[in-house]
């Protein structure tokens, strides 16, 4: 069967749009993407060099075992390969670690949105039985015995060595972890930045509505979605002998409201290609699996596989490279 007619219908709209975007200032078509660069961010490159010491600083864990870099690898897209981390005492953790790459432009932090700030974060790891299961007393107690961590401190901050200048210095640094990808350059008007497969991936990610809830500057990380929009992805999961967790109550667990049962931060794709596990509960070991699983669960519906093939193609243009902070 010829389908070509229902091609056109399909794309008619599209191409008009692109068609008036051209006719229009290049600039405008840029504007006009769901998609947003990243943008230029100015630091107090004494706090970042601080919270760059202190973020494999393993004085945090209560045992000494551990550091933020030992679940956020570098090598990994800043999250952890291992599905659950392991933190102080060999404590097993709920979810997977998410990239802290890019992650002070989130709306919200953790999976389930819990906590608005980095600094937030930050008070509750050193606090948490599963990640250094210590305390500020702790915590303070080992780093004000360190002469040089005391004198640069006071050197960057009036108030000197506190909890409150620790979680500052080491949100900045977080905040600094910016990686500009092949993508950014090409919103930024490079067109030879990605090649004619991966703008193809780029216009079915629109097309199908992936954008509807992974948008912005983060391609994600600035609303709140049911995981299973359109489908039981959790009843699924269980029957496939993944049992039901408290942490898959998600957003739930903050305001205790039945309309917020198993809605999470939809998670930035930014890395995505380096970050394998996918998901809160890290059920999908590729990003192919996880792009089939946002067909089923997220969008209810089914795409030819190049289809799918392609937007995996694009998806892999949002590796970044970290910018050294200025
Ligand atoms: C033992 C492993 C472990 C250690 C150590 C650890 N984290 Fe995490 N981190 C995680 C996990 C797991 C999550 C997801 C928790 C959740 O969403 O409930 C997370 C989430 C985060 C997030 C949220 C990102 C987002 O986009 O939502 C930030 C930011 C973060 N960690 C920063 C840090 C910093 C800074 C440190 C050190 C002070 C640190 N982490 C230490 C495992 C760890
Ligand atoms: C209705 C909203 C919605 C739509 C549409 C949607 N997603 Fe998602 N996406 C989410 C949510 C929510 C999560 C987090 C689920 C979880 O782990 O709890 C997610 C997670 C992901 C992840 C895993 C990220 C990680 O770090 O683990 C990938 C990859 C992804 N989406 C890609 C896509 C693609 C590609 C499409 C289009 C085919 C799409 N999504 C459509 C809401 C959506």
Not at 41 to 66: H, I, M, N, Y
Not at 82 to 100: F, H, K, L
Not at 217 to 233: E, L, P, R
Not at 239 to 259: C, H, I, S, W
Request: aromatic fraction near 10%; include cysteine.
């Amino acid at each position: 069967m010829d389908n070509t007619p229902r091609f056109r219908f399909r794309f008619g709209p599209l191409l008009a749009g692109c068609a008036l975007a051209v006719a229009g200032a290049a600039a405008l078509a840029q504007a006009d993407e769901p998609l947003q660069p990243l943008p230029e961010q100015k630091f107090d490159l004494r706090k970042v060099a601080l919270g760059e010491r202190l973020f494999s600083d393993k004085r945090f864990s209560t045992d000494g075992t551990v550091a933020c870099i030992s679940c956020h690898s570098f090598q990994h897209g800043g999250a952890d390969p291992r599905p659950r981390s392991i933190g102080a005492r060999g404590a097993v953790g709920a979810v997977n670690s998410p990239s802290i790459f890019n992650s002070g432009l989130n709306f919200r932090q953790l999976w389930n949105g819990a906590v608005t700030t980095p600094e937030g974060v930050i008070d509750r790891v050193v606090k948490s039985p599963t990640v250094f299961n210590s305390s500020w007393a702790e915590v303070l107690g080992k780093l004000t015995q360190d002469g040089a961590l005391v004198r640069d401190f006071a050197g960057a901050y009036p108030s000197g060595l506190t909890a409150a200048s620790v979680m500052n210095a080491i949100a900045t640094y977080q905040r600094s972890l910016v990686t500009p990808s092949r993508f950014d350059a090409w919103l930024l008007g490079d067109k030879g930045a990605i090649t004619a497969d991966e703008k193809k991936g780029y216009d079915n990610f629109k097309k199908y509505g992936c954008v509807a809830c992974h948008q912005g500057i983060n391609v994600g990380g600035n609303v709140f979605q049911k995981f299973g929009a359109v489908g039981d992805y959790f009843k699924d999961r269980v029957a496939r002998g993944q049992p039901m967790t408290d942490a898959d109550k998600g957003y739930f667990n903050v305001t205790r409201l039945e309309d917020d049962m198993h809605v999470f931060k939809v998670p930035s794709l930014r890395n995505v290609a380096l970050t394998a596990p996918y998901f809160h509960d890290a059920s999908a070991a590729t990003l192919e699996d996880a792009v089939d699983v946002m067909f089923k669960y997220q969008l209810g519906r089914t795409a030819p596989a190049a289809d799918k093939a392609l937007i995996v193609k694009f998806l892999h243009t949002l590796s970044g490279t970290l910018k050294a902070a200025q």
